[in-house]
């Protein structure tokens, strides 16, 4: 079947053209009206409406396959401006962290949309300071710490008027411990949800790969938070992020105790044993389709998570998720 191109109307709508709606696409296209939005902000008759239709089609195409959704965020990488990739990342893992905590629909939207626009107040310095090779000058350091006022004030200057949106993106900084910024807040001073996308911030910057340093994976990610960051974060959430995502997360890539390499393609019985569709034999030939693992079985439980480099392995979401991950 050949794939139609993304046109200008889909990025309004969030659909492609095609009779088969692929998440990848949708989130692709997202991504895609979310940045002409917040790199052209305030010149939108109304960026409220429009941001919270973004965070609605991002919700669709979640709604469609979350694996496929999560795996977007490890695999899908390459895909436009790395600012705002992460936002919309951060979105999607936010709104299935908030699905978990038994959220109301309105209420989920309101966190999305607070994490869609976190970062604007530093949008036009974002790509260039994550490209740095050398360390921030002091004046950097200042926009990185004033980013979620100015971000507030913009928002506010371009007719954002919900005062939770607001509180969110003005306290995704903060930190239990109040050691975060910009004001030092500590515990319940600090709104919960901000709190939600304070957490999928860091997870996702964590297996983002940046000129200055390669990505972590997700494993060491999420050790890097409980063990690193458990002064400044929620234990709560923390427990009910990792039950969401999983140790394993959907879209790493694995070796089996039979030697297998393949791609985790969703959670399984437990939080240790996904589901993994196989992509390279035992002995390191590639074959000839993903043949799907239980890993609570100990010929295939998973030996270690791997870097695409280290596995050696090229694949094609599509693969793997089937239509609904098609480019």
Same mark, same amino acid.
């Given at each position: ?53 973004? #965070?609605? $089609? *991002? /919700?669709?195409?979640?709604? !469609?396959? =979350? ?7 490890? @695999? +899908? ?35 999305? #949309?607070? $994490? *869609? /626009?976190?970062?604007?107040? !530093?949008? =036009? ?7 740095? @090779? +050398? ?35 003005? #306290? ?9 910024? =910009? ?145």
């Amino acid at each position: 079947m050949v794939q139609q191109p993304i046109h200008e109307s889909d990025i309004e709508t969030g659909v492609q053209h095609s009779g088969t709606h692929s998440v990848l696409r949708l989130i692709n296209a997202a991504h895609k009206r979310l940045e002409h939005l917040l790199f052209n902000l305030g010149r939108d008759s109304d960026v409220q409406a429009d941001v919270i239709d973004i #965070a609605r $089609a *991002l /919700t669709r195409a979640t709604d !469609m396959n =979350p694996n496929t959704a999560l795996a977007c965020i490890l @695999l +899908n990488q390459e895909e436009g401006s790395y600012a705002v990739r992460h936002c919309v990342d951060s979105a999607v893992v936010s709104l299935l962290v908030a699905r978990a905590l038994q959220k109301g629909p309105a209420e989920t939207l309101t966190i999305m #949309a607070a $994490a *869609l /626009t976190m970062n604007v107040g !530093m949008l =036009p310095s974002q790509e260039q300071l994550q490209s740095r @090779l +050398n360390a921030i000058s002091d004046q950097e350091l200042a926009l990185i710490h004033n980013h979620p006022q100015q971000g507030v004030a913009m928002l506010e200057a371009a007719g954002v008027a919900d005062p939770d949106w607001l509180s969110y993106v003005l #306290a995704h900084h903060e930190n239990e411990d109040g050691s975060g910024y =910009p004001s030092g807040n500590t515990g319940d001073e600090i709104p919960f949800n901000a709190k939600i996308i304070s957490l999928a911030d860091r997870y996702c910057a964590r297996v983002s790969s940046r000129s200055y340093r390669k990505s972590l994976l997700p494993k060491e990610a999420l050790s890097d938070i409980l063990l690193a960051d458990h002064d400044s974060v929620d234990p709560m959430l923390t427990t009910c992020f990792i039950g969401v995502l999983g140790i394993y997360p959907t879209g790493a890539i694995v070796r089996l105790a039979n030697g297998e390499i393949g791609v985790v393609a969703g959670k399984g019985g437990s939080p240790t044993t996904p589901v993994v569709h196989a992509l390279i034999g035992a002995q390191g030939a590639p074959m000839p389709g993903p043949i799907k693992r239980d890993t609570a079985n100990p010929q295939f439980a998973v030996r270690e998570m791997l870097s695409e480099e280290r596995a050696g392995v090229r694949f094609s979401m599509q693969q793997v998720w089937g239509d609904e991950a098609s480019a």
